[in-house]
Nanobody, 124 residues
Framework: QVQLVESGGGLVQAGGSLRLSCAGS????????MGWFRQAPGKEREFVAV????????YYTDSVKGRFTISRDNAKNTVYLQMNSLKPADTAIYYC?????????????????WGQGTQVTVSS
C-alpha cells in the first residue's frame, strides 16, 4: 500500500516557475516508478512525466520537454516536478501516481496508487 500527497500548486504568471512535491508513505514507495499526470478543465487526464524507481531514467511528454524536470529523493520518500517557463496551457490539476510494475509507464491504467491532486493555474 502506498499513500501519496501532492503539494506546491498555486497561481503563477506565464513564464514563471513552480515546484510540485509528492510525499509518499508505505514500504514499497522506493520500489515504484513515479509519474505525474494532469487534467485540464474539460479534458481527459494526460501523462506528463515519469521517473524510474532509482531516479536514473526519466521520460516526458513532448509539450513539457525542456521546461519540466522530474526527480525523486527516496530517502525522503518524495518525488518532485520542477516546472519552468510555465504557459497558460499548463493550467490543470496535477496528480502523482505510483507504478509497481517493471520499468516505467506512460499509461494511467498501469498506476495503482494516486494522490488527490494539486491545482496549478498559469495566468497570461
Amino acid at each position: 500500500q502506498v499513500q501519496l500527497v501532492e503539494s506546491g500548486g498555486g497561481l503563477v504568471q506565464a513564464g514563471g516557475s513552480l515546484r510540485l512535491s509528492c510525499a509518499g508513505s508505505g514500504r514499497t514507495f522506493s520500489m515504484c516508478a513515479m509519474g505525474w499526470f494532469r487534467q485540464a478543465p474539460g479534458k481527459e487526464r494526460e501523462f506528463v512525466a515519469v521517473v524510474s524507481w532509482s531516479g536514473g531514467s526519466t521520460y516526458y511528454t513532448d509539450s513539457v520537454k525542456g521546461r519540466f524536470t522530474i526527480s525523486r529523493d527516496n530517502a525522503k520518500n518524495t518525488v518532485y516536478l520542477q516546472m519552468n517557463s510555465l504557459k497558460p496551457a499548463d493550467t490543470a490539476i496535477y496528480y502523482c501516481a505510483a507504478f509497481e510494475g517493471w520499468g516505467t509507464s506512460t499509461k494511467q491504467y498501469d498506476y495503482k496508487y494516486w494522490g488527490q491532486g494539486t491545482q496549478v493555474t498559469v495566468s497570461s
